[in-house]
């Protein structure tokens, strides 16, 4: 019961008490299962998501829970601190962007981008029309009076598929970094194509979400799109016109803001201010293109990350949107996904259209990749490891999956499938990626010897010459001197 003097917050009259314990457990026990990822190789995320399902199965299975450590409210409050964590994430993939490598690698990356996107986009339409339908529409959600929402079933189907166009780039990169192959040629494309992935992922989130979803930013009364529909604009042509505004005030603001920035950068260089006001751009351009734009929070976090990438604080300011975000943000929002996945209401269907989803998971990017990689010049085995970097998903896959939900226009139950989804390709793709550079690496270890067998014996003959010398020395001076 609510005591005098509690501070209350959100519309429901939630107490900061609510939440205090529940993020203590999400935080402690995904630590400490952090650690055991870490020496098993798998990734902090999968640690995290695995605190959530734990959490979430004593939340929904276990008698005492919701009444007294992971109440109703208490979910209410999490979720309204994951959502910060969404914002987070965006805005430091931003920034994490290296646009100078995308046009390094040129041709070749934006071919692998275009047929995985295209084809794990078209893949993930087609699986889902074939469980659900194409025509007509699909509820997944309620409004407050209980009514269902409905929303049109292309737009969901499109949605699953734009689901799989995102590809975690950090999986691969630490994985083509250990085995030394991350410099090369195909290791370079594979980076190039995994960024901009996300880039047309996010772009592509965008546009769908403001077309399908029930529940959008142009619900606001000063949004662009509401104010074209207002005048009788189509809804399409409303949403084309508002993202194309959104590109070019983010293009003219990038000029500003660098301008500023290279200001900061010379006069304050690595001062705390500069990733404050870092992420002061990122919170307030996420309301601008969710309130006046009417396109989803986190592309404008996405682009105001991607405003200061490149520069010379970009490593500075990641490091610490990074620790505000994994101290607190992060991990919540990670754990949320499992606490909020209803196991117990999974209906039987779902689970053909689930392991068909994951089945075009791997294909759509798969295949894909390794076609464009091909088609660009590199030898088929390299071409094979392009399509298996890009098959990891991470966090982006779950943030696009999380707004889809918000919006009305997918399943919930599909997160299980993301989570598996997840958890086997940050796991099998390292593995299968060093086993295909075995022979390499084992024929370069045996140069290196060769090579350091070698120079020691030259180093050998160089010693065994230098003590000849000096006994020759030695024996001229001990004549000269018995000559004396």
Not at 115 to 142: P, R, T
Not at 163 to 192: D, P, Y
Not at 225 to 250: D, E, P, R, W
Request: hydrophobic share 50%; aromatic share 10%; glycine share 8%.
């Amino acid at each position: 019961m609510l005591q005098e003097g509690d501070i209350l917050f959100l519309a429901n009259n939630l107490s900061v008490i609510d939440i205090l314990l529940p993020i203590g457990l999400i935080l402690l026990i995904s630590k400490m299962l952090g650690v055991f990822a870490k020496k098993v190789g798998l990734p902090q995320v999968a640690a995290m998501l695995l605190t959530g399902l734990i959490l979430g199965l004593f939340y929904q299975f276990v008698p005492g829970i919701k009444e007294y450590i992971i109440t109703d409210n208490g979910i209410d409050g999490i979720k309204f601190i994951a959502e910060i964590g969404v914002i987070l994430i965006l805005f430091s993939a931003g920034v994490s962007t290296d646009v100078k490598q995308i046009k390094a690698t040129g041709i070749s990356a934006l071919v692998i981008t275009f047929l995985d996107v295209v084809l794990s986009i078209g893949l993930g339409f087609l699986v889902a029309g074939l469980v659900q339908g194409f025509e007509g529409e699909v509820s997944f959600m309620n409004d407050t009076n209980g009514n269902p929402i409905y929303v049109s079933k292309f737009w969901s189907n499109m949605f699953y598929g734009v689901i799989l166009s995102a590809t975690s780039v950090s999986v691969t990169v630490a994985t083509l970094k250990e085995i030394g192959k991350l410099n090369t040629r195909i290791g370079t494309t594979i980076v190039s194509a995994a960024i901009l992935d996300d880039v047309i992922g996010v772009i592509v989130l965008s546009v769908v979400l403001s077309l399908g979803a029930a529940k959008t930013g142009a619900d606001s009364p000063i949004a662009i799109t509401t104010l074209f529909n207002n005048i009788g604009i189509n809804s399409i042509v409303s949403v084309v016109i508002a993202t194309v505004l959104f590109f070019v005030f983010v293009f003219i603001l990038g000029i500003l803001v660098r301008k500023i920035f290279n200001h900061l950068e010379k006069k304050y260089p690595h001062h705390r201010r500069i990733p404050i006001y870092g992420l002061a751009m990122c919170f307030i351009l996420a309301f601008v293109s969710d309130k006046i734009f009417g396109i989803a929070d986190i592309t404008g976090a996405y682009f105001a990350g991607l405003i200061l990438s490149g520069r010379t604080s970009s490593s500075y300011v990641e490091r610490r949107a990074d620790i505000a975000s994994y101290i607190l943000f992060t991990p919540v929002f990670f754990a949320k996904i499992g606490l909020t996945t209803t196991w117990s209401m999974i209906d039987p269907s779902f689970l053909l259209f689930g392991f068909l989803f994951l089945l075009v998971a791997f294909v759509g990017k798969g295949f894909g990749a390794s076609i464009g990689a091909r088609m660009t010049k590199n030898t088929w085995k390299d071409s094979i490891r392009c399509g298996l970097a890009m098959v990891v998903r991470a966090e982006v896959c779950l943030v696009s999956a999380q707004k889809g939900i918000e919006a009305g226009l997918i399943n919930p139950n599909v997160q299980i499938f993301l989570i598996i989804l997840i958890v086997v390709t940050s796991f099998g793709v390292p593995l299968l990626l060093k086993a295909s550079y075995r022979k390499e690496i084992m024929q370069e270890n045996l140069l290196l010897i060769d090579e350091a067998n070698k120079t020691k014996n030259e180093n050998n003959i160089d010693t065994s010459s230098e003590v000849i010398d000096n006994n020759l020395n030695n024996e001229v001076k001990n004549q000269e001197k018995a000559a004396n």
